[in-house]
């Protein structure tokens, strides 16, 4: 019983490690997708100052072009959606496993007071079979010398009777 309730943890632990893989992989979906949010938040305001001088001086406008594309906000509504979603996920798979490592240590908690008062009662009936073993031995001794006294009456009483005879015997001849 206890084999299979120590096997049924095992399993329901290697569900939590896949849940826990899981949760690390949508976790770093979620990190990727915050750092491609980011940057564009970054680059705002590089993007709004070469705006800005552009607008000051023409000169600088071609020195911009040959510098390169500025980064452009690609976030929308719906990836932000996306990413709010993704969190609520992983905010239930968190619950999920808490209340799975809840479960796993209230069973521990359980089956430590459960072999603890196992292992009380076989010390009682230790101590009991101990204390049978005892009264039955002191018994027995007892009844051994009530018995070897009896039969030392019985030949001491044999014997006097031989004597008393043979006694007889020797004085009739």
Avoid: C, W
Avoid at 55 to 83: L, M
Avoid at 104 to 114: A, E, L, S
Avoid at 126 to 148: G, K, P, W, Y
């Amino acid at each position: 019983m206890i084999e299979q309730h120590a096997q049924e943890h095992v399993e329901e632990l290697s569900l939590i490690v896949e849940n826990v893989e899981e949760s690390e992989a949508v976790d770093l979906l979620e990190h990727q997708a915050q750092e491609r949010s980011a940057r564009p938040e970054a680059a705002q305001p590089v993007e709004h100052q070469a705006q800005a001088d552009h607008r000051n001086n023409s000169e600088e406008e071609e020195d911009f072009a040959q510098v390169g594309p500025q980064p452009v906000n690609f976030s929308s509504p719906q990836e932000d959606f996306d990413v709010v979603s993704e969190l609520k996920t992983v905010k239930r798979v968190v619950e999920s496993l808490e209340s799975k490592v809840d479960m796993v240590r209230d069973d521990q908690t359980y089956m430590k007071h459960d072999s603890d008062i196992f292992r009380r009662s076989f010390y009682n009936k230790m101590d009991e079979v101990v204390t049978s073993i005892n009264t039955s031995h002191t018994a027995l001794e007892t009844n051994l010398v009530r018995q070897f006294t009896e039969s030392q009456q019985h030949i001491t009483i044999d014997l006097d009777f031989v004597k008393f005879t043979s006694s007889g015997i020797g004085k009739s001849l």
